[in-house]
């Protein structure tokens, strides 16, 4: 019987008007089973739009494009489209109703979603146009230079779905990937070329339909905002015309790299990265970075039976992360590159190798680097130490023990180099070739230039002067590159009770907003100004 009525939803799912008349008979108002729920959504916009159309500006004649999907991102995006209108931009939201990206959904119950939908965000009307896409038209066959592109995006949203840098090409899960990235990028090409805004804005910008989004958008030479967040409240990563999540800082460092640190900023980044290491809360980051006190270097060593053999510190980086995937420089992969590197260690019993996997794998559902490294390795020598995600060792402790680090792209590489050591960097992260570590670009090189820092780690700690240059950096990294912005995606709701919308668009909110609004919607960027929150 399921399989019955799951046969006559896909039959309905293509007949016309099937799905709007059981709207209107059978569940007008109500979200379909396989959706998502926008009751939050729907009792707020009323006030939200009413405080916007109060602090509207004139128009400014721009026409920016927001789009989005998912539950938490439709929200989000619909309160900044309604501040980009308030500000006097022509704004259209378009959507797609998917409450899933790694399932498939039948077309009569995802049309149900659409109209939910729809009815949900009516009352954007007077200032914002939404849009869906779910049945906009597509067009002929896509250009050679993106159609070329569909393969590794699915790819990408295969692994980042399956937390897994290895995936199967001829899996169910990336063949419905594959086809709705490729339907996605028809519909935006089509849609961009009739509809060409000034600006379009969405988050992410590396995966799933965002991504095709962004590869469509420059393709077309349409200006792109692309946004994400972190771990801090009231901030959020912001890139023009580049993938966000490729965390591109070139432009901050070269306008703020000569500004020498004032006496309050320095003792700032002091504080933070003294209470990082401990594994406390500061300010307004939302993390901790480790569950365990710091005990120093010399208890850790002793706890991990290690001895006065040079000592390597490799700590990993989540798999599946946007911010670690598509990252490899001259390896496939994280993985190939951690067991090429483990290969290595094998022939040397003369150091110590200590592979660190990341404390917040301990939260995830998906395989640990532990379990596919212990897969791969059954019998590890005993110079060679595989720490899972839930060992009672604080990652600082062995920063503090080690010689030399390795790192693919962990920002702990870069507070390795801050605490003096070597630090060989292969993946493409964001202080990579910021003149304060070892960056290879080749399998030859890396192996080079690891057995010539092995043979003397002294002479290749970084100078006073880059060991200040990378304290400078982490201070503009983590308090300059991040942008103000009210409404963070994760904890959007609390966000938004502190800052309504006619709180931010009051004169303390624009005084701390109002630029980011701005980059938004396409001002250019001015990295000479500083971000950082007065403290």
Request: no cysteine.
């Amino acid at each position: 019987m399921a399989m019955d009525k799951k046969a006559i939803k896909s039959v309905l799912g293509d007949l016309p008007l099937t799905a709007e008349i059981f709207w209107l008979l059978r569940q007008s108002g109500k979200p379909p089973v396989g959706g998502y729920s926008a009751e939050r959504l729907q009792e707020a916009l009323p006030a939200w739009v009413s405080q916007a159309e109060a602090a509207r500006r004139e128009p400014s004649g721009r026409r920016v494009l927001v789009f989005s999907m998912l539950r938490y991102w439709v929200e989000q995006t619909a309160m900044t489209s309604l501040a980009l209108a308030a500000l006097g931009h022509d704004v259209t939201l378009a959507y797609l109703p998917y409450a899933h990206w790694k399932k498939p959904v039948n077309r009569f119950d995802l049309r149900r979603q659409d109209l939910y939908l729809r009815d949900i965000l009516k009352p954007l009307a007077p200032l914002v146009k939404a849009v869906s896409l779910l049945d906009a038209p597509d067009g002929d066959d896509l250009p050679d230079e993106l159609s070329a592109q569909l393969d590794a995006a699915a790819y990408r949203d295969t692994q980042y779905s399956l937390l897994n840098e290895e995936v199967d090409r001829g899996s169910d899960l990336y063949r419905m990937r594959y086809g709705r990235d490729e339907r996605h990028a028809r519909v935006m090409l089509a849609y961009l070329r009739k509809h060409r805004p000034d600006a379009i804005i969405l988050p992410n910008g590396s995966i799933l339909e965002f991504g095709i989004t962004f590869k469509v958008a420059r393709f077309l030479d349409i200006p792109v905002a692309t946004y994400e967040f972190g771990e801090q409240s009231e901030r959020m990563w912001l890139a023009q015309n580049a993938d966000v999540m490729r965390q591109d800082t070139g432009d901050m460092w070269a306008a703020r790299k000569d500004v020498p640190l004032s006496e309050a900023e320095w003792k700032r980044v002091k504080d933070f990265f003294a209470t990082r290491q401990g594994g406390g809360l500061w300010e307004n980051f939302a993390r901790r970075w480790q569950g365990t006190p710091s005990q120093g270097g010399e208890k850790a060593r002793a706890d991990l039976g290690l001895d006065s053999r040079s000592l390597v510190l490799l700590p990993a980086n989540v798999l599946g992360d946007s911010l670690t995937l598509g990252r490899q420089l001259f390896s496939e992969s994280m993985t190939e590159w951690l067991a090429r590197t483990i290969r290595f260690f094998e022939t040397r019993s003369d150091i110590q190798l200590v592979i660190r996997v990341h404390p917040g794998e301990a939260l995830s559902w998906g395989p640990s680097v532990y379990d596919i490294l212990s897969g791969k390795f059954p019998a590890l020598p005993e110079n060679i130490h595989l720490l899972p995600a839930d060992a009672k060792v604080n990652t600082y402790d062995l920063v503090n023990a080690a010689d030399v680090g390795l790192v693919f792209t962990t920002t702990v590489g870069m507070e390795m180099a801050m605490s003096g050591l070597p630090v060989i960097v292969t993946g493409q992260t964001h202080y990579r070739g910021k003149g304060f570590t070892l960056d290879p670009d080749a399998w030859d090189e890396y192996f080079g230039t690891l057995e010539k820092v092995l043979a003397s780690p002294k002479d290749y700690r970084p100078s006073r002067e880059q060991v200040e240059a990378a304290w400078t950096y982490a201070y503009r990294f983590f308090f300059e590159y991040p942008q103000p912005f009210p409404w963070h995606v994760q904890h959007f709701w609390d966000d938004e009770s502190r800052w309504p919308m006619e709180k931010v668009l009051s004169e303390e909110g624009l005084s701390k907003f109002e630029k980011t609004f701005g980059y938004l919607a396409g001002e250019p960027m001015d990295w000479k100004i500083s971000t950082a929150d007065p403290r």
